[in-house]
């Protein structure tokens, strides 16, 4: 297998798979510029939603993870992250007038989420942050773009299978059409 350099530009909050200890989608680029994604590894109008879904793992998945196990050896103990308890999602307006609504699954906003919990350590509030920071800055203060991916669950079966699985939002940058004429 050939060596390659990755600039990573997202990585997806991990799920736990029957195959694999966990799954986590993550993408980069090339030193060409292309892009690359890595799977497994072991506008106009924006909204942000966030709705509870079940805190506990799917307990045929964990059972399927502890028989293999039994089979295989393991560098070290593996402990399963701990399942995001809210299925976060931007609801937007496309180029064509139609609404959609994205989950969103990247690292980040697992991890702000877990942030925001041990700081306030209320999950409301810890909600209420994280679409601050997605919808109040990411999507108003700086130049939001999303990458998408697409989930075994949904990939043959869905009218639109796509997930965001990360952010890029470098800094809003004021562009003068007029600079190059003065």
């Known amino acids: 297998m050939a060596v390659k350099r990755i600039l990573i530009a997202v990585k997806t909050y991990p799920t736990i798979s029957k195959r694999y ?4 989608c993550t ?3 090339l030193a060409d510029g292309t892009w690359i ?3 497994p590894i072991p506008f106009r109008k924006l909204d942000f939603l966030y709705e ?3 805190r506990e793992w799917d307990r045929g998945k964990l ?3 502890n028989q293999m196990k039994l089979f295989e050896k393991r560098d070290g103990d593996f402990k399963i ?3 995001l308890p809210y299925k976060f999602s931007y609801k937007f307006e496309d180029n064509t007038g139609k609404a959609r609504i994205l989950m969103i699954e990247d690292w980040e906003t697992g991890a702000l989420f877990w942030n925001c919990i041990k700081k306030y350590n209320d999950e409301k509030i810890a ?3 994280v679409k601050e920071k997605y919808l109040d800055d990411f999507a108003v203060k700086k130049d939001l773009h999303f990458f998408l991916g697409t989930t075994q669950q949904y990939h043959h079966v869905s009218p639109n299978p796509f997930i965001i699985i990360g ?3 470098p800094k809003l940058e004021e562009q003068n059409l007029f600079d190059n004429y003065v």
């Open 63 to 65: 059972e399927a993870l």
């Open 21 to 24: 200890d966990e799954l986590v």
């Open 27 to 29: 993408a980069g680029f």
């Open 127 to 129: 909600c209420q942050k």
């Open 52 to 54: 509870e879904v079940p």
């Open 81 to 83: 992250v701990r399942k």
């Open 167 to 169: 952010t890029f939002h």
């Open 37 to 39: 994604r890595l799977y």
